[in-house]
């Protein structure tokens, strides 16, 4: 049975086939948004699933994304995904208007965010936000709505070396992790967040196959 949600003047519709989680914007008006879910319903039930394309909208998308992070991280750190999150969706909104699903953002759209914060943000944080939207796009490969992470295809900016206070020690814990495949969340809940940043480039970690860094 799925379910109707509101997000704003937004409704939209979430279901199963195939054994995955489905969620589609159904516009502003609820009986439309109810007409909408009974009709793939039917399609369900009459075996018609494989015609149904999965796609998710951002907003829905990071909806999904804030419980798993609360399970995950910290408070502090929950707010930080919420603010790239709300940040990268206001370059999106300026700069790519057309882009209002998740299987939209590609590598160049990230590189662009990239050149962008680049403007006016210094290369620690620079860094910090694109490993932060690493991992809530990191999610939607976990839960099956994206095939890639096109974060993953991005170069991080190059450290200033007077700040990496990181111990030999934790260095070596987390050059350990990241090397047998531990997800960047799990490294996080033995090491602070800048630690793992500075370590994964300095130890040469910076990922270019999802395989590298995540499960």
Known sequence: MGQIKRIGNTYYIEFY???L??????GTNEQEA??????IEAKIAQGESLTIVREIDLTAFFEQFLPHARGQ????????FLETWQHFRGFLENNY???NRLSQITPSVVESYKIFLTKTTKAKL??????????ILEYGIRIGLIND???????????????????EGRFNLAKDLLGRG??????????KLKDVAQIMYWSNFIPLQRQDVYN
Request: charged share 20%; proline share 6%; hydrophobic share 45%.
């Open 17 to 19: 086939a195939r054994g």
């Open 21 to 26: 989680i489905y969620s589609q914007v159904a």
């Open 34 to 39: 109810r007409k909408k879910l009974e009709q």
């Open 73 to 80: 991280f910290s408070a502090k750190s929950v707010g930080r």
């Open 97 to 99: 208007p057309q882009i």
């Open 126 to 135: 620079v860094n910090l936000t694109l490993l932060l939207l690493r991992e």
């Open 149 to 167: 992470n096109p974060t993953l295809h991005i170069r991080l900016l190059e450290w200033p070396k007077k700040i990496m206070p990181v111990t």
């Open 182 to 191: 531990v997800s960047l969340g799990k490294v996080y809940q033995v090491l």
